[in-house]
């Protein structure tokens, strides 16, 4: 939730986060904002769609080596998974 201060108040917004992919090694991330949240998520999912890498995958369907990436007060980590694991989020 994002608010903006205005002459008459405050005005809400919403700002959302959207990943997509194939489970084939195609992942797309997307992030957008709006008035109200069907609308950011929305907008979210269709830029994830339009910005689509490809991941390599190895094994029974992991990533090669563990990888880490931080922007400003966001952090992410990504671990290969031994055989027979699903997928884990969050942490």
């Known amino acids: 939730r994002v608010t903006k201060v205005v002459k008459g108040g405050k005005l809400m ?3 959302c986060t ?3 992919g194939n489970g084939n090694g195609l992942v797309g991330v ?7 949240v069907a609308v950011a998520a929305k907008r979210a999912i269709t830029d994830a769609r ?3 890498v ?3 995958i190895v094994g029974a369907g992991t990533i090669p080596h563990k990888m880490e990436a931080k922007y400003h007060a966001a952090r992410m980590v990504m671990v290969p998974a031994s055989d027979g694991t699903g997928v884990i989020a969050g942490g």
């Open 13 to 15: 917004g919403f700002r």
């Open 18 to 20: 959207a990943i997509v």
């Open 30 to 36: 997307g992030c957008q904002a709006g008035r109200e």
């Open 50 to 52: 339009r910005n689509v």
């Open 54 to 56: 490809r991941v390599p």
